[in-house]
């Protein structure tokens, strides 16, 4: 059975920083792109990044861009997501997800297309 937990959430001030963590199971890690994804409540679950299987390629929000970095440990399962500048509109549910790539450099930005999904870790930025 496959498992994606997500950590690391919490209460920020703005302009602060937090490092999101998804640790994954039950999969063969190095063979699925990873993306992290957030949610407010009333509106729809919003693509925040993507990396590749290897980690060479990452694909952003254009608003996320130069503020956040998503990266991958392969040795740990473990896919990252590093929050800097926050702003209290990233205020959200964080979602990691995994899907199963078939080449080098997939990834997917939209949630249907993702084989699975962790429960969601909580970031609130207070002003």
């Known amino acids: 059975q496959v498992h994606l937990v997500e950590s690391g959430g919490g209460l920020v001030q703005a302009g602060g920083s937090l490092r999101l963590s998804c640790a994954a199971s039950?999969?063969?890690?190095?063979?699925?792109?990873m993306g992290w994804f957030r949610q407010t409540p009333g509106k729809e679950r919003e693509f925040v990044a993507a990396?590749?299987?290897?980690?060479?390629?990452?694909y952003y929000t254009d608003s996320m861009k130069g503020r956040f970095t998503i990266s991958r440990d392969n040795a740990k399962n473990t896919v990252y997501l590093q929050m800097n500048s926050l702003k209290p509109e990233d205020t959200a549910v964080y979602y990691c997800?995994?899907?199963?790539?078939?080449?080098?450099?997939?990834?997917?930005?939209?949630?249907?297309?993702?084989?699975?999904w962790g429960q969601g870790t909580q970031v609130t930025v207070s002003s």
């Open positions: 990396v590749s299987v290897n980690g060479a390629n990452t």
């Open positions: 039950g999969l063969t890690f190095v063979n699925y792109a």
């Open positions: 997800a995994a899907v199963r790539a078939y080449y080098n450099t997939y990834y997917a930005r939209t949630e249907d297309d993702y084989n699975y």
